[in-house]
């Protein structure tokens, strides 16, 4: 189902490069020792280093460097042993030091790639680089009729810019790059994803070509635009704009946009379109980082399971489909709890429960795994219950639904509700027997060939003992009885 | 109380833990000097006050035996250096009555070791200029006049403050900082060692950047002994400066008995250029004279890429320039002019707030690092930078430290008529010690035939200030140079 | 000396605008006359062969020290925006910005 725009004059293609800003996940600044933590008051969370006064330099935290290389492994990318800090220079209200500290032509990580799991198949997405920068800071403009308001808590914060190639072809795979690469970063522990609190931002670029072109034609850059799903419409609108526009004659100026949510359209950021020219240079208050071989081999060497392995080992060790595991693997808790739950039990039965039953819970209740009203424990000993016939399905889903509901433990629900099934043959016998002798015609047509009638007799067992007899037990039962 | 004046750093020290007078007795004679020769605008900040304050706190401690290395020693310190709550400019409307609320590293240490600061020095505005003409705050005057004619002379720059008070007396050193001679040149106007030591000695944390690559901070003393004493109080490690050397520091003052018997010194051709002032040139064979016939081998050498160290500094410190003083835009600290937008705010308060030559510079830089000429001007200048720095390894191959004069001539008029690359040109034979990152120091070693000082260079390898130390005050020795008593 | 080059005034504008320095039409031509001089005299480096020579771009062959990950800065905000011309309710405060 690929995506095609249908024009007037034919078909055209979407082509779509991403730039993430993720947020590194560390407790200082990435070059000061100011905290980096979400919502503090204005201004509490700045040193004299990140409100540019003079004679203030910047001192690279280690554990910051450390993350990108990290990242840059878990996306199978080449990391560069010796990378360049640059300022890029230019004025802003947000920009203390009117420069940015970022990398420019040596990034500490080149080129990898990003594994997409679409329904048509997998598809390998490039990286093209990764590199380390400081995050510019707040401006508030309504608090005041006249005056911007300028906040430098973020400022200085350090950010990892991802650069995908230009391999994306739809608002899918956008999307599905995005969820992907959250899910890398969170493995990770190198950045959050919290597109809400604007640790992980993303720009879009978006041009389109005629179905079976290869030329790349002139690109607009949607900027920071929060959330998957906005980039994807975002990413939508954007190509059929460009599409109206080649259709009816007219050219696409490079150039970025903003996208409005609110009307779905984007729209030219004139106002940031004056001539830029960053200036870059390597930056003289650093010197270059040379990470060692040993460095890089001991990251390697423990970097934790990342979704691509865990989706394999699960699809191997737990024969799994690839989509359950796609699915269970999406986020580290959640496959976290799956293995919890599988552990020492069928996996496709463990599997099935999480994907089917608790997900859709946790999806209406719209919170998380860790937030579940279910633990992994409770949830074990409910598949445990079925398993050795304490329960029967039809039960196990009354009670996970009252243990939704309440909270409570397994057993404490089981015992509540009388749920457990009756797997004792006596009282099952005592109600064949009262069924067959109040039903003598019936069981005369079963005898004489009408053997549909076992259905009835299994729900009349079923209905004597509120539906507490074990429903394999009592077949059997019935069989023998009937056929005397 | 003139005489107390008078001392250097070393005697002072010395006669200070003998008691023979107080600290405050020392500072107020100081204090009382500077009042006496307010006309030569050597200090933009005095600060009388703290400065009586320290010196008790000293007093206390001399008193208890407690005394530190350089305890009750009053100096001044170049306004370049933030002072914790004291007004730093920079010599920049800019920056007219900002407060740091930190203290730079070089002058929190030299309150550490005991040192009673005076006030802050006047300079070049963001020590950019030769001659200490470019202050927001008027001109810094030479003590030192010519004999025979009636003329008011810069002092150097862009430490012309520094320089100017050491020479007066209206301070026993001073704090300087050199980007491309902004310690050596003005020191040799005005007859006084000045030290710029090697590239990563000294932290640059707390002093207000021109060019990050090439600021290096050092001392200006009235001799070799204070210099060495103060450098080592100045520099060591900071982990808050990222170019800051981890290495120990040594005792620059135990290796001053040491003569050049046996030093290799170097003479490069290329520092004697056609028209070479004579006078200069007298006094570099001299120099060469006193050093040979102290022990010393004289070796003739080369540093072929010498010509172009210059416009190579003056592409990559008005780059760097530009980047650093682009935070001067009137938001969190310094001179605001409102404007009808941010960014007419931006232009007006930069126009307003910036001198002539600050402007020239940031222009310069702006234009070698804008698209399309990156790699022509400021790419091509890092190359020649390498090329220079492979000048001086190779050099120092063959010898131990180099001999050169400090710059081209003795110091000139305040209203003397000089076009831009002229003045420029002042800083020729320092400018590539800076490219460099190598040490450099000038010792006053004779006088014009007006009775001008004229000083002479020397320059070592990295990290080996021990060397220049030993050869300064071999030079100093010989030279039998007179400074300028009290005025 | 390159008596050929030349930085327009148009050229200048730019610079300026780049730096944020505001310049009025009547030193447009004054600052022009003056860059073009300084980049004249520094022409002269063209003469220098740098083939196959690794630009140096720092001070010093030292290697780069880094700080641990530990917060030991922040919470003065008084003296952050003690220097300030104008500041209100915490924030530094700018003429308003349009989006």
């Not at chain 1, 795979?173 to 959250?182: H, N, P, S, V």
């Not at chain 2, 320059?459 to 009290?486: H, I, M, N, Y």
């Amino acid at each position: 189902m690929s995506y095609i725009i249908k024009g007037q004059t034919g078909d055209w293609e979407v082509v779509i490069g991403l730039e993430v800003h993720a947020q590194v996940t560390t407790k200082a600044k990435l070059f000061s020792g100011a905290p980096t933590d979400f919502g503090a008051g204005p201004n509490t969370q700045v040193s004299f280093i990140d409100a540019g006064m003079p004679g203030m330099l910047p001192v690279l935290n280690a554990f910051a460097v450390e993350q990108a290389v990290k990242t840059g492994l878990g996306l199978k990318a080449k990391i560069n042993r010796r990378s360049v800090f640059a300022r890029k220079n230019y004025f802003y209200a947000d920009l203390p030091q009117g420069y940015q500290i970022s990398q420019y032509d040596q990034p500490i990580v080149g080129e990898g790639t990003i594994i997409l799991d679409m329904p048509e198949g997998s598809r390998n997405i490039g990286i093209e680089r990764l590199h380390l920068e400081q995050d510019a800071g707040k401006l508030v403009h309504d608090m005041h009729a006249t005056k911007s308001f300028v906040d430098l808590n973020r400022a200085g914060v350090a950010l990892m810019e991802i650069v995908s190639k230009p391999d994306l072809r739809s608002p899918e795979e956008a999307g599905a790059y995005l969820r992907k690469l959250r899910a890398i970063l969170r493995y990770l522990g190198t950045c959050d994803g919290n597109m809400e609190e604007g640790s992980m931002r993303c720009d879009a670029n978006v041009s389109v070509r005629p179905v079976g072109s290869t030329e790349l034609r002139t690109r607009c850059e949607i900027k920071n635009v929060n959330s998957v799903r906005f980039v994807m419409m975002a990413i939508d609108h954007e190509a059929k704009r460009h599409v109206e526009v080649y259709e009816s004659g007219g050219a696409i100026q490079q150039e970025t946009r903003l996208y409005d949510s609110a009307r779905n359209e984007t729209r030219s950021m004139r106002s940031k379109e004056m001539a830029h020219d960053y200036r870059y240079f390597p930056d003289p208050d650093l010197l270059p980082v040379e990470l060692d071989e040993a460095f890089v081999a001991d990251l390697e060497k423990n970097l934790p399971e990342l979704p691509d392995d865990k989706k394999a080992r699960f699809q191997k060790a737990y024969g799994l489909t690839a989509y359950d595991a796609d699915v269970l693997v999406s986020e580290k808790e959640n496959a976290l709890y799956f293995e919890d739950v599988a552990k020492g039990r069928d996996p496709k039965q463990a599997a099935n429960w999480v994907i089917s039953n608790l997900f859709g819970v946790l999806n209406k209740q719209g919170v998380g795994i860790l937030e579940s009203p279910v633990s992994a424990k409770n949830l074990g000993r409910l598949i445990d219950l079925i398993a050795d016939s304490t329960i029967s399905g039809r039960q196990a889903k009354e009670a996970f639904e009252a243990m939704v509901e309440s909270g409570k433990d397994t057993d404490t629900i089981i015992a509540e509700k009388g749920l457990k099934q009756i797997t004792d043959t006596g009282p099952i016998e005592a109600a064949i027997d009262q069924i067959m002798a109040a039903n003598a015609d019936k069981v005369e047509q079963y005898r004489s060939g009408k053997e549909q009638l076992m259905g009835w007799f299994v729900g009349q067992v079923m209905k004597a003992t509120q539906g507490k007899a074990n429903p394999a037990l009592c077949g059997d039962l019935l069989k023998k009885k009937l056929a005397q | 109380m003139s005489e107390l004046t008078s001392l250097t750093i070393a005697e002072a020290r010395s006669r200070l833990k003998r008691k023979e007078f107080s600290a405050l007795e020392l500072t107020e004679a100081h204090l009382s000097a500077m009042e006496r020769a307010r006309h030569l605008n050597a200090y933009i900040t005095e600060t009388a006050d703290l400065a009586r304050e320290r010196a008790k706190e000293s007093d206390k401690r001399l008193a208890a035996g407690e005394g530190r290395p350089m305890e009750g020693i009053p100096l001044g310190i170049k306004d370049l250096f933030c002072t914790e709550g004291v007004q730093t400019t920079a010599a920049s409307r800019i920056l007219e009555g900002f407060s740091p609320p930190y203290e730079s590293t070089v002058s929190q240490k030299l309150r550490d070791a005991g040192t009673v600061m005076l006030g802050k020095l006047n300079l070049d505005e963001f020590a950019m200029g030769s001659a200490n003409i470019t202050s927001a705050f008027g001109p810094v005057k030479n003590p030192w006049t010519p004999q025979g004619r009636k003329a008011e002379l810069v002092p150097g720059g862009s430490s012309g403050g520094s320089a100017a008070a050491t020479a007066a007396h209206l301070c026993m050193g001073a704090t300087g900082t050199d980007t491309g001679g902004s310690i050596r040149q003005p020191a040799s106007f005005c007859g006084l060692v000045g030290v710029k030591p090697t590239y990563g000695r000294c932290s640059r944390w707390g002093v207000v950047a021109f060019a990050s690559s090439l600021d290096q901070a050092g001392p200006i003393t009235r001799n070799v002994r204070d210099a060495a004493i103060m450098l080592k109080a100045m520099c060591g490690y900071d982990a808050k400066d990222s170019t800051s050397a981890n290495l120990a520091v040594p005792d620059f003052e135990a290796v001053l008995g040491q003569g050049v018997k046996g030093l290799r010194i170097g003479i490069p051709k290329e520092y004697r250029p056609d028209g070479l002032n004579a006078e200069v040139n007298a006094l570099w064979n001299q120099g060469i004279d006193w050093l040979e016939k102290a022990g010393a081998t004289i070796v003739d050498i080369s540093l072929p890429h010498t010509q172009y160290a210059l416009p190579t500094y003056y592409i990559v410190a008005p780059a760097e320039a530009s980047s650093n003083l682009a935070r001067y835009d009137g938001v969190r600290f310094g001179l605001r002019v409102p404007g009808k937008s941010l960014d007419d705010m931006y232009a007006k308060t930069r126009a307003t707030g910036f001198g002539a030559e600050v402007k020239r510079r940031i222009m310069i830089g702006t234009y070698v690092l804008s698209a399309g000429y990156y790699d022509a001007y400021y790419v091509k200048a890092q190359k020649v930078r390498a090329l220079i720095m492979r000048d001086f390894n190779e050099a120092f191959e063959k010898v131990d430290a180099i001999l050169t004069p400090t710059a081209p001539s003795a110091a000139f008029g305040i209203n003397d008529k000089i076009d831009t690359i002229t003045m420029y040109l002042n800083d020729v034979f320092t400018v590539p010690a800076s490219l460099a990152g190598i040490p450099g120091a000038s010792v006053p070693a004779g006088y014009t035939t007006e009775g001008l000082p004229l000083g002479l260079q020397v320059l070592t390898k990295r990290w080996d200030e021990e060397t220049l130390f030993r050869v300064c005050q071999s030079l100093e020795d010989a030279a039998g140079f007179k400074g300028l008593g009290p005025l | 000396m390159s008596p050929t080059f030349s930085i327009d005034t148009a050229t200048v504008r730019r610079i300026a605008t780049l730096a944020r320095i505001e310049v009025t039409d009547a030193e447009l031509s004054t600052w022009a006359e003056q860059l073009s001089g300084i980049m004249g005299w520094i022409e002269q480096l063209k003469e220098v062969n740098t083939d196959g020579v690794a630009p140096m771009s720092g001070g010093t062959d030292l290697k780069l020290t880094l700080r641990p990950d530990v917060v030991t800065d922040g919470d003065m905000v008084d003296q952050v925006l003690a220097n300030a011309t104008e500041a209100q309710d915490g924030f530094f405060t700018v003429p308003k910005m349009v989006e």
